[in-house]
């Protein structure tokens, strides 16, 4: 019986700290958990980057072409 009152206690607890949540900000996350940035690339990425970015945009208007409305 006491277990079960203190998982009550445990499960309630967070609930109390919610308001206080829109107050504080999370943490940033360590370096290897970061989403990468285009300053974080090294520029031989970015320059192939680009090629795919044209090429991409090659087959998005052929895609507009051939399928109208879609």
């Known amino acids: 019986m006491v277990a079960a009152v203190l998982a009550q206690t445990t499960i309630q607890a967070p609930s ?13 996350a360590p370096v290897g958990h970061r ?18 970015d044209q090429e991409e945009a090659l087959v998005d208007r052929k895609i ?5 409305g879609c």
């Open 16 to 28: 109390a700290y919610a308001s206080n949540e829109m107050t504080t900000r999370p943490w940033s």
């Open 35 to 52: 989403q990468p940035r285009a300053i974080d690339l090294p520029a031989s990425i970015s320059a192939s980057q680009q090629i795919i």
């Open 64 to 68: 507009r072409g051939i399928c109208r």
